[in-house]
């Protein structure tokens, strides 16, 4: 079983749709977790951290449910511009953060 | 601020040349990774510095692979004797801190190494 796993899509959402993204991780004592967005042949941005309490910026919520060992991101009324890849990043083992990243669900929001 | 810097932005090399790539990571930043992109797969972990010191080089895939960060900042990752499996996108990011929970990684744009 891989690290980290995504669905890789693609998912295509019509404009105004929302949309949500799940991402299993194999490592029950992983300690921090994240979204990355990553646009075609760009580098990978800081979407948002995923806390256990969950968390939401504007449009965008982050979940984690540690008894299932996944997180999800929630993206509501979508635009066109949040076509993109998203990466599920996980800390496996704390300390320094040599995260893992799943292979990236590629969302295609359409008019 | 400036944020990860890396060069060159794309470089195409014949089987068997070898290669340097340059990361200049945000000023001030401890920690300092390389990753290998391939097509249509997520960043794969290559090597961490903290400062200068190379704390974890288990994703380096073979002796080929070399990086340094002499002075704790810049950082180089060498590729000798290229194959054309080693074709991908070669990302460096960097962090403030050395540990924390909730530390996110700045990345540079990346070297796209084409092996021919």
């Known amino acids: 079983r891989k690290e980290v796993e995504q669905d890789p899509g693609p998912f295509n959402v019509p404009e105004g749709a929302t949309v949500a993204f799940n991402c299993t991780y194999s490592?029950?004592?992983?300690?921090?977790f994240f979204w990355y967005r990553q646009d075609c042949r760009k580098e990978p941005k800081l979407l948002m951290s995923v806390y256990s309490s969950g968390n939401e910026d504007g449009r965008f919520t982050a979940q984690l449910n540690r008894a299932s060992q996944y997180i999800s991101l929630l993206i509501r009324d979508s635009k066109l511009s949040d076509s993109a890849t998203y990466l599920c990043v996980v800390n496996p083992s704390g300390g320094y953060q040599k995260v893992t990243f799943g292979i990236g669900t590629k969302l295609q929001v359409i008019p | 601020g400036a944020g990860v810097s890396q060069s060159p932005r794309y470089k195409v090399a014949k089987r068997g040349q070898d290669v340097a790539l340059r990361c200049d990571p945000i000023s001030g930043h401890v920690s300092l990774f390389w990753y290998q992109q391939a097509l249509g797969q997520g960043p794969e972990f290559l090597t961490y510095?903290?400062?200068?010191?190379?704390?974890?080089k288990s994703g380096l895939p073979s002796d080929r692979f070399f990086a340094e960060r002499p002075e704790g900042s810049v950082s180089t990752l060498k590729i000798q004797r290229t194959q054309q499996e080693d074709s991908a996108v070669y990302l460096c990011a960097s962090s403030l801190e050395w540990a924390g929970d909730n530390q996110p990684q700045h990345f540079g744009d990346g070297t796209r190494l084409s092996i021919l």
């Open positions: 490592n029950s004592a992983s300690q921090s």
């Open positions: 510095f903290q400062n200068e010191a190379q704390l974890d």
